[in-house]
């Protein structure tokens, strides 16, 4: 089985952080006062398709790769900024770490994708402490459809052995019903981590199987197996 992680929302409590510094950046790189944080408002909810929708919003012209840069280097120098005045921000979420070990303890495969930016992604982990250097991952720079991006995380995952094609068990983990529509996309399986509104907002979207944290590694497992295609 490949377990393929989200990052903001999942593997990291940083969904709150990430969407102040989206507001930060759109408002001084574009001049934007006020912009949705519902990412089911983009095209697609990755940051390369919410980089290039707000420029386009703003001047009414497709974005430049420059322009997708200027804001996305910005994007990252926030994120730093505010991690360094308050480090609390950024929190694994409870049992993200030990719960990936055991996976790959027991012979599953593990693979990381998300709708971040590569830079932004990876400052995240090492700051909430999960070790990811030999974890293949897939980045918004590889795609803008999350459905494409969790394809390149499995392929990924094939090259560097954690999983084989023929083991067609695929579980998606995020907190988003992006998240979900992209795991019914690709007809894989799917488990949520979330809780109160996010929670709610998923299971009447069909999500049967929804986690606020993984401390509980027995009934994620078994949740795993039993959602694994």
Known sequence: ???????????????????????????????????????????????????????????????????????????????????AS?????????????????????????AIATGGWTASARFKLRCCGIE???IPAAFACDAHPRAEIIEIARARAVEQGEHS????????????????????QLGIGFIGLASGERELLLREAGANEVFPDFLDQDRFLQALQETSP
């Open 165 to 184: 094609l023929n083991d067609p068990a695929v579980v998606y983990v995020g907190d988003g019903l992006w998240d979900l529509i992209a795991a019914r």
């Open 1 to 83: 089985m490949l377990v393929i992680f989200d990052i903001d929302g999942t593997l990291c409590r940083t969904s709150k952080l990430d969407d102040d510094c989206w507001r930060a950046a759109a408002s001084e790189i574009l001049g934007i006062g006020s912009m949705s944080t519902d990412w089911s408002d983009y095209p697609h909810s990755t940051d390369e398709s919410i980089a290039s929708a707000l420029h386009e919003r703003v001047h009414g012209s497709q974005a430049g790769r420059e322009d997708v840069d200027v804001l996305r280097d910005r994007f990252v120098s926030i994120l730093e900024e505010t991690h």
């Open 86 to 110: 308050s480090p609390d921000q950024m929190r694994q979420t409870p049992g993200a770490s030990g719960f990936i070990t055991r996976l790959r303890a027991e012979g599953h495969g593990v």
């Open 132 to 134: 990811h250097d030999s």
